[in-house]
Each structure stands twice: as C-alpha cells, then as structure tokens.
C-alpha cells in the first residue's frame, strides 16, 4: 500500500503540533513508519488519506462500538447542532442521559458528566479522598487512568511501596500518594494496605485491564479487592472507561457481580464525542459542590452535543439485547482464527480475550499482568503490525493495546482478518 499523501500530512503536521500529533500512540513510535492520516469511516472500515480502505479493529480506542458513522449517532448529533452548540445552563438531555446510565449500571445513583476519561479519573480519586478524608491511592502497574500527575507514576525503588513519577513534571510529593501494586496479585495490594493503615482513600483499577493489552481479572481478584476494601474503609473505584458499556450493559460490575463503590466512564459513553462520567451512589456524590464541599467542573461538561451522540449510543446499545452476545461470538471466533493460524505456524502467542476485547501477545507465558505483558516479542508485533497493514487490517499501533471488536464487523470481514494473519505469520516464519 502507499502511504504518499500521509507521508506527506505527517511532515505538515509536525511543524505545528509536537509530534504530529494531539496523542502520543497515533505516532506510531513503537511500530516504527509514518502515521496513517484518517480521511473517512464507515461500519467496520476507516478510508485514508490515500484511499487505502482498511477493517479498523481500533475503532477511535474503543467508543465505535456499533461501527463508525452510526447513523441513530450521526443524525442525533446534526439535529441537536441545529439548535446551538452549546449554552452553560442544564439542558434536559443531560437528564436523559443520565436517567438511562444509572438504570443500566448497578449500584449508581448519580453521574455527573465531564469531557474524557482523564477528567473522569482524576474527578473519581478527589471524590474519593474528599469523601474518606485520606489521601493515598492504590494503583495498578500497567493500568492506564489518564494522564493527570497522580496515576503517571511507576513503582518505586527498592524497598519503598510508593512510586515515582514516570513523566517529568510530575512531582515527588504527587508521587508519595500513590501506592503501585502488581495486577491479579490480592496479597500484595493486602500488603500495601496493612502497611498504610488508615490512610487510603481508594483502590482504582480497570476491572478488566486494556491498556496492557486485555488482561482478565484471575477468579475471584475483583471480590478480594471488595473484601479488602470493606475491611480497611476503602473505596473501590472501577475505571470503565474502556470497558463501561462494552463488556455488559452494566459493565464489569454485573459481568463479575461485584460491587463497586465509584464508576469512571468515557468512550462507549461518548459515541465517538469528548465524554467521561463518573457515578457512584447519592451518599458519595452528595460530597460534590454545588451539594458538598468536593470541587468539580466543566465548561463544556454535558455539552448537548456530547449528550446526544451519547443517548443516541446507550439508547441503542440499552434495546438491544443480542449485542453482547453478538459481540462475543464474533470475537471467540476471531480468537479461534488467530490461534488456529499461529499455532500452524509455530508462532509463540498467548491470546487474551474478554468480550468484544482481544489482544494477541507474542509471548510464551500466561499474560497476567504488567510484566507478564511486558515479556512480549516486540520486534515480532512491530512486523506483525506492518504486515497486517499492507493487508488491510489497522490494529492498534503497540503490543500494549487491546483490539476492539465492533458490532459493523461481518463474518466476511474475520475471515479476511484471519487470513490476512495468515500470510502474515508466513512472511513472519
Ligand atoms: C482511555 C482510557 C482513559 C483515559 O480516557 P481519555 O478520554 O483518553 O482521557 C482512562 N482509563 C481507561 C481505562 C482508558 O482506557
């Protein structure tokens, strides 16, 4: 395939935005090569600039759960335009919106809406500390949250159970606050928190990880976290960013009937616009100004447009209830595929797999964690991904993304993949 007419944007680009672009994995520096600018999507494709037609298992990083150009998505967000973009007074859509997330997911009265997951996140932790009084927080190594000062840290040296900052500008002190534990592993988050008696306010982690690749949470992890923050007054806080509205119409919580005490959104929740949320019961978020003392805002928070192209997708994925089936059987089948292929060839991988998310590691062992994931063979992704591309397939450009599976997704268009992994794997062996 060629790439001129992208080469060429990437080159304009860089003279006025670091990098090229406004996120750093869009640069494609873990695969190598120039990034592919985006002209048009449509269902299950994404077209470039060059008029390359690709099947997009990336899918905007997850909200295009229904396809790209979702018409009921599109035509709401036209209508509503129409009417002014936006006013910083409440609308009755925000209403809408949220009447609709708290009865599809458990154990949330409220939800207040902001404009990424970041903001999500970074709303969740303060609500939490606000509403404990403590200041730490437990993280997961591996486990993405945005990328506001108190989730970019790493684990510390040594002997020391808080971490240090992984970006400069990111503070010693910020870093203090933030105890790293190792994903899937309940003794040394029981640990931390013994060590640290009194003085956490929350654990926050992706209930199901995708930011190392998809990793499953092992039997009974989620629960165990549960005990334990009941038994040392800490809130657990689920980041369903990637994995609200995706995994279950109720997110993990009811996937793994678990009870979380704070619920982050974004992506799914957007239809493809800027949205995060965040939820919890009314006893927690009455800690939120205007009603508590927990500041929190946001210009163009529950924008109308955002909103609309949110009701218009929770409305669609709430009324259809083959969706997640559907959505799982494309993915086993697509799993199926890919190992059959691999294993043919003798290609060492381990393929994880939760719903509609997937990722392929080039690795032996289980992928259980952060460091488990980071035992991949890169240089085999990096050619991996390029050969995928060259046929048409745009998977995510770095072994630490999980594939989306989208409903627009045919059976036509799995085979093609998989055999797209096939030539691949030949080229690869
Ligand atoms: C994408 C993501 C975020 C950050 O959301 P942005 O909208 O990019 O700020 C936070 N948490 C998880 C689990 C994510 O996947």
């Known amino acids: 395939m060629l790439y001129k007419r992208s080469s060429a944007l990437f080159k304009e680009a860089n003279q006025v935005i670091p990098g090229g672009v406004n996120s750093p994995v869009r640069a494609f520096k873990a695969v190598g090569g120039t990034p592919i600018f985006a002209k048009s999507a449509k269902g299950a494709f994404i077209y470039d600039e060059d008029g390359n037609r690709f099947i997009d298992y990336i899918n905007s990083w997850g909200p295009m759960l229904l396809g790209h150009a979702y018409k009921p998505v599109v035509d709401a967000v036209v209508e509503k335009a129409k009417l002014g973009t936006s006013f910083g007074m409440p609308t009755e859509i925000e209403t809408k919106i949220a009447e609709l997330a708290v009865s599809m ?8 809406f902001v404009n990424s997951g970041t903001e999500a996140c970074m709303s969740a932790v303060r609500l939490a500390r606000g509403y404990t009084k403590k ?6 190594a591996g486990c993405y949250h945005g990328h ?6 790493q684990a510390g040296s040594g002997a020391v159970t808080f971490g240090s900052p992984n970006s400069p500008g990111v503070t010693q002190g910020t870093a203090k606050d933030t105890l790293l534990a190792r994903y899937n592993d309940i003794e040394h988050v029981n640990s931390i928190l013994e060590a640290n008696k009194g003085e956490v306010a929350c654990i926050i982690l992706e209930p199901v990880a995708g930011n190392m690749g998809c990793i499953p949470p092992k039997q009974t992890f989620l629960q165990d976290l549960r005990e334990a923050c009941n038994q040392h007054g800490v809130l657990l806080v689920f980041d369903e960013v990637m994995t609200g509205f995706r995994l279950a119409k109720g997110g993990c919580q009811e996937l793994y ?10 992506k799914v929740i957007g239809g493809g616009l800027p949205v995060g949320a965040f939820a919890a019961r009314a006893e927690i978020m009455n800690h939120l100004a205007p009603n508590g003392s927990v500041y929190q805002a946001g210009t163009l928070s529950g924008n109308p447009l955002a909103m609309a192209a949110g009701l218009a ?13 559907r959505l799982e059987e494309k993915t086993a089948y697509l799993h199926k595929g890919i190992k ?12 994880n797999r939760v719903g509609s998310m997937i990722s392929v590691h080039f690795a032996e062992d289980e992928v259980v964690d952060f460091q488990s994931a980071a035992k991949g063979n890169n240089e085999t992704f990096k050619a991996f991904f390029h050969g995928m591309l060259d046929e048409g397939i745009y998977i995510a450009p770095s072994a630490f993304e999980t594939w989306f599976i989208t409903d627009a997704l045919t059976y036509e268009d799995l085979d093609k993949t998989i055999a797209a992994v096939d030539t691949v794997a030949n080229q690869l062996t």
């Open 105 to 112: 997911v458990p154990n949330i009265d409220q939800i207040r």
């Open 135 to 140: 200041e730490k927080i437990i993280k997961f």
């Open 148 to 153: 506001s000062d108190a989730f970019l840290i």
């Open 257 to 266: 009937n678990v009870d979380a005490d704070v619920v982050c959104f974004g």
């Open 313 to 325: 997708m929770l409305t669609a994925i709430n009324d259809d209830d083959q969706l997640f089936k």
């Open 340 to 351: 059959n292929v691999l294993d043919k060839h003798s290609i060492t991988h381990t393929i």
